[in-house]
């Protein structure tokens, strides 16, 4: 499928995530921001005014009147299936934020959409893009850290009543999720896309201090499919708590950005490049490259650098711990995506 040169771009949700996505679309070579789409009127008129683009109430309207080739999906996560999915019958290309979608079924339809369509749908984990963490997947391919033993993510923030008061659909099943769909979906990706894919978990949620329909404090046990085992520990109850992300094999680790080698290999020997001074971008850096794999993969036809199914990993890896959780249990991966646990 062609698209124009520049590829004309639209932002379907301007409020929050949309204002770093409309940042990256104008960093970017050989796409042209254009439109944008939201039902709040105030913030579309306002939002298009800044960006010299105009403003639809709908976004099929805006895809088919405004000729745009490819959007950036930035409303509530519960509502990503219904938009990506018209956006895609309605002729765009879809980036979408994370989460993919909130429930399997839902990313089943986006998927089978986008082969029915012939569009592309690809994901939002800019983190992916870092330096650091692109040669930490590298290093666990290619044996380089030797046998995999441990993976750990931890994610303790803090969220407030009040955040979760100001908008109906936070901290909802249906719209939104708890600690692990919102908060640590990022170090879930990394986790599972470094350390080489989960192949079971058990999980204990609980919900603490917050009137919320989600948990807010998580831990896991996980099983990769390279027979490490790890953990997740993760929470938006806590105050002054510590982000980590840490892959251990038997001839060294990464950590966070650092590698720390085994005896007698040095630190440097595995490094990441001259790129970046540390390997782990600034904020919206990570944005910019993934629209800019994404235009690029459009125009060149190959698969973005998330495509869906890549998208999906952690959001299906998420409700299998909600699903461990919820029924007391050890749950398989493999058989989860079948459907076994239903």
Known sequence: MT???????????????????????ERASGVELVACADLDEDAGTTFAAERDCQWYPDAVEMIREGDVDAVSVCTPSGTHANVAIDCMEAGAHVLCEKPLDVYRERMDAMVEAADETGRTLAGVFQRRTYPAHRRAREAVVNGELGRLVLGTATVKWYRSQEYYDSADWRGTRAM??????????????????????????????????REMECENVAVVVLEFENGAVGTIEATTATQGGVDSLEINGTRGSYNDGEFAMGEGEAEDEIGIGKEDENGILEWGEGHARIVQDFVDAIREGREPMVPAREARAAVDLILAIETSADRGEWIDLEAFRHGEYD
Do not use: E, F, M
Request: with cysteine.
């Open 3 to 25: 698209v124009t040169d520049p590829v004309r771009y639209g932002i379907v949700g301007v409020a929050g995530i949309g204002d770093t996505h409309a940042n990256a679309v």
């Open 176 to 209: 939104d999720g708890g600690c692990l769909l919102n908060q640590s979906i990022h170090a879930i990706d990394l986790l599972q896309w470094i350390a080489g894919g989960v192949a079971g978990v058990y999980a204990k949620t609980d919900t603490v201090d």
